[in-house]
């Protein structure tokens, strides 16, 4: 039997664009989900007087999320962002429509969202990818070998590694800590107070400024412009949407994610042995991580594209398909729903609540979400927040946004 995912004649299949690039954007965002709570959307802070089952327990799936999603997740979300608009980029300069003012206004828009979100949490990242995908305009129509240069110098994140070395050979120097340290001890006092307009008005500010902090002295920025250019070329060639190019492309990432994963999981292991200690450590276990967080990015986006092409694993991975559709929606809705439940102006459920219950906390309402959005589909082209944006987008509210039925449709015509 064919796979539901084959083309004729190496023709790009639409319904592998469809189902596959969101499997793999809601796979991310499942990720992503699961590391907010451990971290209780930021606020890490747990129950005292646990008993010392649950505090192993509790740190076996703190440990866990970290290790399988912390700066996967995210980053696998960046690129997809880069393949999403590299396709609307396309699809744009085809009809006609000037590229160079209607993304920046697109990027706005997203902006204005993470604005928003920011101001209830301050883990948010739609702002910082909507400021950092402006250059995208300006180079997604270079050639394949300038873009791959483009990634790959952006991926090395050639300033954090210089620092890195610096402190590697220099166990004299004694680093600063970052600033967005400093603004997040206040911050996660008041997530922890009772107060929800204190919250408000100190994310609205200096909440904004720990994201844009946070994002730039761990070097992260880089990285995400790296992904968002590899995002253009996989879109560029429509390398998701035709089932033996993916097939290729999967297998190629696992081997370069495994090899890759290999040499930087024991060279981060090893920091401990090399002496390197305080701040110092901070700064090279960053630098080092932020490769084998790559590494096991790449694991996790090549052993999913094989697994989603393999007739077998396609029905359960779909699970993920609502959620990388409605993605802006979900994401958003995540934290409109833990933060209250965990924030000291809510029910202040961090005083309750381990990591082991908190992940099988978000596993039922994942869950449930997932099963919301498969419904909402069924009704509607996109999410809430999703029409909006693409209303917003075309300075129009002529989008139709509930599905038609065949009956209602000939009626209209």
């Known amino acids: 039997m064919a796979s539901p995912c084959s083309t004729t004649a190496g023709a790009p299949a639409p319904q592998a664009r469809i189902t596959l690039i969101d499997a793999l954007r809601g796979s991310a965002l499942a990720g992503l989900f699961a590391v907010h709570c451990v971290e209780h959307f930021e606020l890490t802070l747990y129950p005292e007087n646990r008993s010392a089952l649950m505090l192993q327990l509790d740190q076996w799936f703190n440990d866990a999320a970290f290790f399988l999603f912390s700066g996967k997740a995210y980053a696998i979300f960046a690129m997809m962002f880069g393949v999403s608009f590299m396709l609307l980029l396309q699809s744009w300069a085809k009809r006609g429509i000037d590229v160079f003012t209607r993304?920046?206004?697109?990027?706005?828009?997203?902006?204005?969202?993470?604005?928003?979100?920011?101001?209830?949490?301050?883990?948010?990242?739609?702002?910082?990818?909507?400021l950092l995908g402006l250059p995208l305009v300006l180079i997604y129509r270079l050639p394949d070998k300038v873009l791959g240069w483009i990634a790959a110098l952006f991926l090395l994140q050639i300033p954090t590694a210089v620092y890195a070395v610096h402190c590697l050979r220099h166990p004299e120097f004694a680093p600063p800590q970052p600033l967005h340290w400093g603004i997040f001890g206040q911050v996660r006092s008041a997530q922890a107070g009772n107060s929800l307009g204190d919250l408000v008005e100190l994310l609205a500010g200096r909440g904004q400024l720990m994201r844009l902090l946070f994002?730039?002295?761990?070097?992260?920025?880089?990285?995400?412009?790296g992904l968002f250019v590899c995002g253009l070329l996989l879109g560029r060639h429509h390398i998701l949407e035709n089932t033996a190019v993916a097939r290729r492309f999967g297998g190629r990432v696992l081997i370069f994610g495994l090899a890759g994963f290999a040499v930087f999981l024991p060279l981060k292991l090893m920091l401990p042995y090399w002496g390197v200690e305080g701040m110092r450590a901070y700064y090279v276990n960053n630098w080092i991580g932020a490769y084998a967080n790559l590494a096991q990015m790449a694991i996790w986006v090549g052993g999913f594209v094989l697994l989603y092409l393999h007739d077998g694993w396609r029905r359960a991975l779909d699970w993920f398909v609502p959620l990388g559709r409605m993605s802006l929606t979900a994401y958003v809705s995540q934290a409109a729903f833990f933060v209250p439940l965990f924030y000291g102006f809510g029910f202040g459920?961090?005083?309750?609540?381990?990591?082991?219950?908190?992940?099988?906390?978000?596993?039922?309402?994942?869950?449930?979400?997932?099963?919301?959005?498969?419904?909402?589909l069924k009704h509607f082209h996109y999410g809430p927040l999703e029409w909006l944006w693409r209303c917003g987008t075309n300075r129009t509210w002529q989008t139709p946004l509930r599905r038609r039925t065949a009956g209602a449709e000939v009626a209209g015509v």
Not at 106 to 126: E, M, P, V
Not at 215 to 223: A, F, I, V
Request: hydrophobic letters at 55%; aromatic letters at 16%; a positive charge.
């Open 103 to 130: 993304f920046p206004w697109r990027l706005a828009l997203l902006a204005g969202f993470g604005y928003l979100n920011g101001i209830l949490y301050s883990g948010d990242i739609l702002l910082v990818m909507a």
């Open 215 to 225: 994002t730039y002295e761990t070097g992260r920025y880089l990285q995400m412009l």
């Open 349 to 376: 459920l961090y005083r309750k609540l381990g990591q082991f219950h908190s992940i099988l906390v978000g596993i039922i309402f994942i869950v449930v979400q997932a099963a919301l959005a498969k419904l909402w």
